[in-house]
């Protein structure tokens, strides 16, 4: 696609309930991240995935949260037993490759999920 | 560990005037630096990057930041602002070695006619 896709854009949920909620990435683009956008705290890293490398997870603030990412390509964000601290908006990023001098360092970022627990 | 510190939240500013936005971080390693902004109902975009050379790198929109290493800062500059700058900006940095991208809290600039 042309650009980063979450689905869905819109989410609310009762509290205690699971959700799942997905990132298309660019076609190509090896890096993917996830992070949670809450009013007044920025963006919150939350899980890292780069090509064949294991998951860098140091960001997930508890077990309830999960990640996924198959094939390389689209990821699934699982949020089990949600709280109403979890409502915040989950922001999807891709990147074609490494960073540094002379490769292409610009993530591209989706246009979000926001996720209410009621 | 790193962090990233955008110690104003708010910055209200009036058209054609120069505005900066401060940014600071905190790193055990070298890391490449980062200013992204977002629009009202609009997703991230790159604003500028600063990955080697010149200390002062120029961005979209007339935005330039400069690199200072003592200071450990990458304050955002704009000499004279529209009314369609008013967006949130992040600064963001990333470890070398690593392609982790660790936010800063944003800003929100506010600029009025």
């Known amino acids: 696609g042309a650009g980063v896709s979450q689905s869905p854009s819109n989410k609310v949920t009762e509290k205690g309930k699971d959700v799942e909620l997905r990132c298309d990435p660019i076609?190509?683009?090896?890096?993917l991240y996830w992070y949670r956008q809450s009013l007044g705290q920025g963006l919150e890293f939350l899980i890292y995935?780069?090509?064949?490398?294991?998951?860098?997870k140091s960001g997930l603030p508890s077990d309830r949260f999960s990640a996924e990412r198959t094939g390389g390509s689209v990821s699934t964000l699982t949020i089990q037993r949600t709280q109403q601290e979890d409502s915040a908006v989950y922001l999807c990023?891709?990147?074609?490759?490494?960073?540094?001098?002379?490769?292409?360092?610009?993530?591209?970022f989706g246009q979000g999920t926001r996720l209410t627990v009621v | 560990a790193q962090s990233v510190t955008q110690l104003d939240s708010q910055v209200p500013v009036f058209e054609e005037a120069p505005v900066e936005l401060r940014c600071n971080y905190s790193?055990?390693?070298?890391?490449?630096l980062f200013w992204y902004v977002q629009y009202p109902n609009q997703g991230l975009q790159l604003l500028l990057k600063?990955?080697?050379?010149?200390?002062l790198v120029k961005g979209i929109n007339g935005f330039e930041a400069e690199f200072n290493k003592s200071q450990t800062s990458f304050h955002l500059r704009k000499p004279s602002v529209h009314i369609s700058d008013t967006a949130e900006y992040f600064c963001?940095?990333?470890?070398?070695?690593?392609?982790?991208?660790?936010f800063g809290t944003g800003t929100r600039l506010q600029v009025f006619p």
């Open positions: 600063y990955l080697s050379g010149s200390t």
């Open positions: 963001a940095v990333s470890p070398f070695n690593t392609d982790k991208l660790i």
């Open positions: 995935f780069q090509g064949n490398s294991a998951p860098d």
């Open positions: 076609s190509g683009h090896t890096a």
């Open positions: 990023a891709s990147s074609l490759g490494r960073m540094g001098p002379g490769m292409n360092t610009e993530a591209f």
């Open positions: 790193s055990s390693v070298s890391v490449y």
